[in-house]
């Protein structure tokens, strides 16, 4: 898997990351703070801005997930002789040293209140880190919470500026279909795709998608790979089997597959959701029509 870098402002991207994370902990009844060093508003650094962003909402997603009502969250983003560094602490459940050996392994998931997808995130969130040429170290204290310390390299763009973002087609009459079943997920792809004016429909789940009386009034599948019951793959496999001759994108929240999905689907979009991605697969792969 090769980085693709590009300038950019990390913070305008840190605060983009937080605004969403926000949101999230809001609902959870979760004080979220954060501290972004002001030496970021100036300068731009070349960076890969999708892995950046995965490694990021992973990190504190497990911390807002793993933290108590009423309690915090607490993150900081700071330059330090030429790395970035990015601090999560929480005031969660803890991790017991014993966990601690099996954190980054992707099939399991450690401490005393399990909930689904945490060891897949930290499982990419590491790889990720280690692909940029980063570390990644955590401590945790059971009862009192987890601190997660990232460092990364960066390199300082000299006289740069951001690509200029790419403007979505006319989709008024394009209808597409979402397959997703994370509730913050799911708002998210509302909010983006409301933006962009297509007409849109969400389904917790693929059977719920084959329950419609007709699917050709779709003009597109986006298929969450990690879905409960039948998963994302199935659900290819069945729309194959149904003659749907529209396009269909995977979503997957595992970076590494994606070079083996891109063989399987039309195109493929990694999470969290973002608008430029969802831009550029519907650019690609819809044709807008005008109506008779």
């Known amino acids: 898997m090769e980085l693709k870098q590009q300038p950019i402002s990390l913070d305008k991207l840190f605060q983009s990351i937080m605004s969403m994370m926000g949101n999230r902990a809001q609902q959870e009844d979760i004080e979220l703070n954060y501290d972004i060093d002001s030496t970021f508003a100036t300068r731009f650094f070349d960076v890969d801005k999708t892995k950046l962003t995965q490694i990021i909402v992973n990190i504190i997603g497990n911390a807002v997930k793993f933290t108590p009502q009423g309690k915090q969250v607490n993150v900081r983003f700071y330059l330090n002789r030429d790395k970035l560094h990015i601090e999560v602490a929480d005031q969660g459940i803890g991790i017991s040293k014993t966990d601690q050996a099996l954190l980054f392994d992707k099939f399991k998931q450690v401490g005393m209140q399990r909930k689904e997808g945490t060891g897949l995130g930290l499982c990419i969130s590491k790889g ?94 986006l298929l969450d790979i990690n879905l409960p019951g039948m998963s994302g793959l199935q659900a290819l496999e069945k729309l194959k089997t149904l003659q749907c001759k529209q396009p269909k994108v995977a979503v997957t929240a595992d970076i590494f597959q994606e070079k083996e999905l891109r063989t399987l689907f039309d195109s493929v979009i990694t999470k969290p959701y973002k608008k430029s991605d969802l831009i550029d697969v519907l650019n690609q792969l819809v044709t807008p029509t005008i109506p008779a």
């Open 128 to 221: 990720l880190v280690e692909l940029m040429k980063g570390k990644i170290q955590l401590s945790s204290t059971l009862g009192k919470g987890t601190l997660v310390s990232i460092s990364l390299p960066v390199d300082e763009c000299q006289k740069c500026t951001e690509i200029a973002p790419v403007e979505a087609k006319n989709l008024e009459n394009i209808h597409i279909c979402v397959v997703e079943d994370n509730p913050l997920n799911q708002m998210l792809i509302r909010a983006m795709l409301q933006q962009l004016g297509g007409q849109y429909t969400i389904f917790e789940t693929a059977e719920a998608l084959f329950e419609m009386s007709s699917l050709n009034t779709f003009d597109i599948f």
